[in-house]
């Protein structure tokens, strides 16, 4: 995949051009999916992550998601604005400040729920069945793989 010449470089040929697009795809199908909620994927991500883990700090948040800490900042801020977490300061250190979803959050997040299933199925649904699944299986093979390299890598 070396051309000669930097004219010969075709888009089509690079897997980063496709992940981008992919993510493009990706987003404005869930927002299609969502709008009526009003919730992003990031802000979806970050209650699910609260609701898995109640207590969380925002710091390791952000790691569960793959965000750094000043986006996950501004996505807590805007959670806790609409009234769907709240931050309580930790009793071993005062600084550290930990994260509960309310009960209108974890109302969100329950009727939010179908219209994220229907986005993920018709995010894969031009794949046939099997290949849905191996597609699933090589998207996290190299995301894994190439954790270290993001800006905000995974803990996971």
Do not use: C, W
């Amino acid at each position: 995949m070396t051309p000669t010449d930097p004219a010969d470089l075709d888009l089509e040929a690079l897997p980063g051009h496709f992940i981008r697009r992919l993510q493009q795809i990706a987003v404005a199908v869930f927002l299609q999916e969502t709008e009526p909620f009003g919730v992003t994927p990031v802000q979806y991500a970050s209650l699910q992550a609260i609701r898995r883990t109640p207590g969380i700090d925002q710091r390791s948040l952000a790691r569960s998601i793959g965000l750094d800490t000043s986006t996950m900042a501004g996505v807590i801020d805007r959670l806790e604005t609409r009234g769907l977490m709240v931050r309580s300061a930790s009793p071993d250190d005062r600084r550290v400040r930990l994260l509960s979803l309310t009960d209108e959050g974890q109302a969100l997040l329950g009727q939010v729920e179908p219209a994220v299933l229907r986005a993920q199925t018709r995010m894969l649904e031009p794949l046939p069945k099997k290949e849905q699944q191996t597609f699933m299986r090589m998207l996290r093979e190299i995301v894994k793989a190439n954790n270290d390299l993001s800006r905000a890598p995974s803990q996971d």
